[in-house]
Each structure stands twice: as C-alpha cells, then as structure tokens.
C-alpha cells in the first residue's frame, strides 16, 4: 500500500544534541512538507520542498534543517538551537509541484521529547 | 498573525446530534478550504473539501458551509457517531503559484454514547 513512512515513533533527545526523523514516501509524490503539533496549537509548518534539492522555509524552520535528495525522503534534523523540540512532528507529501489544491496525505508522526 | 480562526476549541455532542464547527478566515485570496479528520496518535486525514464558487458541499453525514461575504466555513457532521471523536482541523489555500496550507488551531470533537 503506498503511504508515508515516519520514524521513529517515539524519540527522546538529550540537552545539546541534534537528532532526525525520517520521513519517507511511495507515493510518488512531489512535494513534502514538515509541521510541528503542539496542543492548542494546529499544524505549524517548519519546511516544504516542492522538488528534489529544494526546499523553503515554513512558519517555524528555525532550530531545524532539512534535506532532500531523494524524491521519496525528506528527513527532518532539530538541532540543539532549537531550545523548545518536544512537540508531535508530522510529515506530509502532495502530488504536483505547482499549486495547493491537493490534498496532503500525512504520516502517522513522531513524538519527540526531551530527556 | 493567525489567518484561520477555528472555534470552539473542544465541543461534546450527544449520539445523534449535530455537530458544528466554525472557521473564519482573512486572506481573501484562499480559495481552497479543506478540513482534515485526526485520531489520538495519527496524522490528519482530508475528510472534505471545498472552493469558494459554492456554498455548500456534502459527502455523506459531513457537510460544509461557505460564505464567501462573511470570509467564514463551517463543518457540520450529522447524526454524529462515537467514532468520529476526533480533532477537525480547516485549513486554506491559495491557488495562485505555489501556497501552502494555512491551519486553524484544531476543534476536539467528542460524542457520547
């Protein structure tokens, strides 16, 4: 079945120390996106990318990187400059590069917290 | 600046009864609004969509309202079941280019039995 693959589930990270999530998908997909659930808060958007080797800015990308040399994986780095990670980080992919009318389809997320 | 506003926050609803979910908006340039359904520890999932050249579209039990005047949509779930508590998330779009999907804070859904 094609789908979005993220993890890990679950990740705990230390003070000072940058860890990444994995997001990968076989729908072949264009776009992927990066969002950070916090309660009361929605979907933030920490990055995009429309196509292989490019990627933008969301909302929120700072404390975060990202990379995407492969069209079916878009990893998410949180860097120790990001000072408040532990948050629900979901990742979602659309067909198309060019305009917004298509769904997203999202994974089943990974929950980061801080030890 | 938040430019979709989502209320109520939480909201209980009998078995049977109507739920509603109201979103505003400011960007007069959105014109795609879809809501998007999510489950305790699941990614959303698009439940149901709508463009601003009609004012109404449904799709089983879940119908949504549009007033483009008003810059408002609504998300009405009837007959509401126990299995569609959950968190509804609108979001809206531009077509214009490339825009990303812009969120409301999310409405936490519970019907009781």
């Known amino acids: 079945d094609g789908g979005i693959t993220q993890s890990p589930k679950y990740l705990f990270r230390k003070e000072g120390q940058n860890v990444t999530l994995s997001c990968e998908q076989?729908?072949?997909?264009?776009?992927?996106?990066?969002?950070?659930?916090?309660p009361?808060?929605?979907l933030r958007l920490i990055y995009y990318s429309q196509i292989v080797n490019d990627f933008q800015k969301g909302d929120i990308a700072e404390g975060y990187s990202v990379s995407r040399e492969k069209k079916e994986s878009f990893p998410l780095t949180v860097t120790s400059a990001q000072k408040n990670p532990t948050a629900f980080y979901l990742c979602a992919s659309t067909w198309g590069t060019g305009g917004s009318n298509?769904?997203?389809?999202?994974?089943?997320?990974t929950r980061l917290s801080i030890l | 600046q938040q430019q979709?506003?989502?209320s109520p926050q939480s909201l209980i609803v009998q078995k049977g009864g109507i739920s509603i979910i109201n979103c505003a908006y400011e960007n007069t340039?959105?014109?795609y609004f879809p809501w998007y359904q999510q489950f305790p520890g699941k990614g959303p999932a698009l439940l149901i969509a709508i463009r601003p050249d009609v004012s109404e579209k449904k799709e089983g039990r879940f119908t949504i309202s549009f007033n483009k005047s008003a810059k408002q949509f609504s998300l009405h779930i009837m007959d509401s079941q126990p299995g569609d508590s959950a968190t509804y998330f609108c979001a809206a779009s531009m077509n214009s280019g490339y825009s990303t999907l812009t969120f409301g804070k999310g409405t936490m859904l519970l019907v009781s039995p």
């Open chain 1, 102 to 109: 298509q769904p997203q389809h999202f994974g089943d997320g």
């Open chain 1, 26 to 38: 076989n729908l072949n997909h264009d776009a992927m996106y990066w969002y950070r659930q916090d």
């Open chain 2, 4 to 6: 979709v506003k989502q």
């Open chain 1, 40 to 42: 009361g808060q929605g």
């Open chain 2, 29 to 31: 340039a959105f014109d």
